[in-house]
């Protein structure tokens, strides 16, 4: 082996990148619990990215009680209707989607909310089981650590809503001109139901397929009481 290999190939080397990829990995959990201070305002991966490409993006931080109680009704019926009842994963669920996946159907989504918020703050998008399993103890330690209400909060103010639109107050804003507080039932079903593809989903300008989407997210969220009891219990 010759000298430049062996200095490639370095113990300090091979130690100093294993003490890099370590601190890597631990960084988002030592995020979680920097994120339970409320004045801390959290941005996402894409957020970052979009700084990083000079894009730019807007995004104006509210509080949970700035937001519609529409909205959150909306976004929980319509992502995670056990986000009350569950510890960060819905186990159910999950275990649907590995058995739906060893029978080669195809799976459905069972990502909770505080898994959406730990896949947007720390991860990245698309759908590999790499980020699932990194997604899942980050799910399980954010629910630890925060509240119910500071995960939806939190979740509401980084989602993306349209290109460079992330947040519930931006969304409000762009998409129907009115603040995150003063949204309609409507308005809220719309946005929730945009989620999974804000790009190809328009919450201000609806397809059909949106709009009859949108009227069954307003009818579950007519009937939430008992399954958003621990935001306004």
Same mark, same amino acid.
Not at 175 to 187: E, G, M, Y
């Given at each position: ?6 200095q ?19 960084l988002?959990y ?5 994120y ?24 104006? &931080? ?17 992502? #995670? ?8 994963v #819905? &186990? ?7 058995? #739906? ?6 799976t ?15 991860? &990245? ?22 509240? $119910? ?12 809503w ?7 107050? /931006? ?5 129907? $001109? ?9 308005? /809220? ?15 201000? $300008?609806?397809?059909?397929g ?9 009818r ?14």
């Amino acid at each position: 082996m010759t000298e430049r290999r062996r200095q490639l190939f370095s113990p300090s080397l091979i130690r100093r990148i294993l003490i890099g990829v370590v601190a890597l990995v631990l960084l988002p959990y030592l995020l979680i619990i920097f994120y339970v201070l409320p004045f801390i305002h959290p941005i996402s991966t894409l957020m970052v990215a979009d700084l990083v490409s000079f894009r730019g993006y807007d995004r104006r &931080w509210v509080s949970l009680d700035q937001i519609s109680p529409n909205l959150v009704r909306s976004v929980m019926m319509s992502e #995670d209707g056990q986000f009350c009842f569950h510890a960060g994963v #819905d &186990w159910h669920q999950m275990r649907g989607v590995v058995q #739906d996946t060893l029978d080669g159907e195809s799976t459905r989504g069972a990502s909770t909310i505080p898994m959406q918020t730990a896949k947007n703050l720390f991860l &990245w998008n698309g759908r590999s089981f790499i980020r699932k399993g990194m997604e899942l103890p980050l799910a399980l330690g954010a629910d630890l650590v925060w509240s $119910k209400r500071r995960i939806m909060e939190i979740y509401l103010n980084v989602a993306e809503w349209g290109p460079g639109i992330y947040g519930a107050e /931006a969304a409000a804003q762009y998409h129907f $001109k009115v603040p995150a507080s003063k949204l309609t039932v409507r308005q /809220a079903a719309l946005l929730a139901v945009s989620l999974p593809n804000p790009i190809t989903r328009v919450a201000g $300008k609806p397809s059909r397929g949106v709009q009859r989407l949108s009227g069954v997210v307003e009818r579950r969220a007519r009937g939430s009481g008992e399954y958003i009891k621990c935001i306004y219990g």
